[in-house]
């Protein structure tokens, strides 16, 4: 998982007046680690756990520490939380004797959860709880803190899990900053109502709604084995290096990948090791139903040299904002964040 603040500047999303998204291929990054801390600790401290049953009394007191970070990344509405944390939570114990009236022991303890991670979301963490004093009854009074508190922390953790999920401190921004897709053109809407239009007329609207795509062609050398760039290419660990983003990629034909955080979904259409690959993609930010063609075929015109041509066709002029600027970051998506950071990682340039 890339850290917060480590990704390439250019292609991190700034908020504008006109809520554009300069950058398709990556998402708005907010740090979310002081709202963590501040929504962790109403939840957790100063919570009465026990207030006399048994003849014990235990209270939650203050988050010692909250370390790691936690960010949520967002595109369009679109939310994917990232976190990995580690606390402390400190509490206070008392067992007074059978009428109440005198405290037997006053002690203190506290409760460390070593890792809180996005990627266990659904899971309840580890928890490790210590107590200071460790005779007969300190040893009580710990065991009533596992009964009691241990399923409070499990819900108070789960409490801010679903808060990151939401959008955490940037989802009053999700609600606020509504934009209103583009409305169809007229000749558009004129060609989706003339239903009883003849076979002639349907097949002018289909050319003319190819109108909006284009074909990105590009041809790239590397000082490579065509094998070892197909490799790279299909591997889904070496995409998650050379990007520093999130990627599952299934290397088998009609097997499903998704790259760059989840932003480009497709699928495996024809796989050739070290000749050929062929895959549907598909942008998040793309109109619904449009999924381009991406086409690499692999040359070495002399041993250690590698041609790649790339040829990636349908690609739509705009976004479902009405934004006109696919093409263009899309053909810098593969120049930059793909050949290029692929040269420059595994020492292929020439």
Not at 66 to 73: D, F, M, P, Q, S
Not at 206 to 235: H, P, Q, W, Y
């Amino acid at each position: 998982m890339a850290r917060m603040g480590e990704g390439d500047k250019r292609w991190i999303v700034e908020d504008r007046p006109d809520g554009t998204n300069v950058h398709n291929w990556h998402w708005a990054e907010r740090d979310c680690l002081d709202w963590a801390r501040n929504f962790l600790s109403n939840l957790l401290c100063g919570k009465t756990l026990l207030a006399g049953e048994g003849n014990f009394y235990i209270k939650t007191k203050k988050l010692e520490k909250l370390e790691g970070e936690a960010y949520v990344n967002i595109r369009k509405g679109k939310i994917i939380p990232g976190y990995e944390l580690s606390l402390i939570l400190s509490y206070e114990a008392e067992a007074k004797d059978s009428d109440g009236s005198s405290v037997i022991l006053s002690t203190e303890g506290s409760v460390e959860v070593p890792y809180i991670s996005d990627e266990n979301a659904g899971e309840d963490p580890e928890i490790r709880i210590s107590i200071k004093d460790d005779g007969p009854i300190g040893k009580r009074l710990k065991e009533a803190f596992i009964l009691k508190g241990k399923p409070f922390v499990f819900e108070k953790i789960r409490e801010f899990v679903d808060a990151m999920a939401k959008g955490g401190p940037a989802k009053d921004d999700l609600d606020v900053k509504k934009v209103t897709a583009k409305k169809p053109s007229s000749a558009s809407s004129n060609a989706a109502n003339n239903s009883g239009s003849s076979v002639k007329e349907s097949k002018k609207a289909v050319e003319k709604k190819k109108e909006g795509f284009k074909t990105i062609t590009m041809s790239e050398k590397f000082s490579c084995r065509a094998k070892d760039l197909f490799e790279i290419l299909m591997d889904e660990n070496r995409w998650k290096g050379f990007t520093q983003s999130n990627a599952r990629i299934n290397k088998e034909v009609g097997g499903e990948f998704s790259i760059f955080d989840g932003s480009v979904t497709g699928q495996n259409v024809e796989l050739q090791e070290g000749k050929l690959i062929v895959q549907k993609w598909r942008f998040g930010s793309w109109p619904d139903g449009i999924v381009s063609t991406v086409r690499l075929t692999f040359d070495e015109p002399e041993s250690g040299v590698t041609v790649v041509k790339l040829t990636h066709t349908d690609v739509p002029e705009e976004d479902r904002y009405g934004n006109a600027t696919v093409v263009e970051n899309t053909e810098r998506g593969w120049r930059d964040l793909i050949f290029h950071k692929i040269r420059a990682v595994f020492g292929f340039g020439i």
